[in-house]
């Protein structure tokens, strides 16, 4: 499957964006994932759902600020970001991986990934 992030921009910080992914094939058949790596820093997990959307996984600084959601028929991931910090700020992949119970935060097991959509969070 073939993923497309779009939807970054430029945000004050303090508040929110949107930004979205959308696969080429059916990935209803995916657990789904959002990674993001801002400027001289490794490639970090931001947020993971599994295939049927019944669990979420989120890294500990974004809990309680941004929400992943999927709609499969429409083979779109979102990922809602607000209180908006810029410390926040990178480009945002969002990656594919098999189905499971639980998603996961490894990136090793995600085998398919976006381009990535850049989001900017000005102080």
């Known amino acids: 499957v073939q993923l497309q992030a779009s939807g970054g921009g430029v945000v004050q910080a303090g508040g929110s964006l949107s930004v979205s992914c959308v696969g080429s094939?059916?990935?209803?058949?995916?657990?789904m994932g959002w990674f993001r790596q801002a400027p001289g820093k490794e490639r970090e997990f931001v947020a993971a759902?599994?295939?049927?959307?019944?669990?979420?996984l989120y890294q500990d600084s974004v809990k309680g600020r941004f929400r992943i959601s999927r709609d499969s028929a429409m083979n779109t991931v979102w990922l809602q970001m607000s209180s908006l910090k810029p410390e926040d700020t990178a480009v945002y992949y969002c990656?594919?991986?098999?189905?499971?119970?639980?998603?996961?935060?490894?990136?090793?097991?995600?085998?398919?990934w976006g381009q990535g959509t850049l989001v900017t969070v000005s102080s």
């Open positions: 990656a594919a991986g098999p189905s499971s119970l639980s998603p996961t935060s490894g990136m090793s097991s995600y085998h398919a």
């Open positions: 094939a059916r990935i209803g058949n995916y657990d």
């Open positions: 759902i599994n295939w049927n959307g019944f669990s979420t």
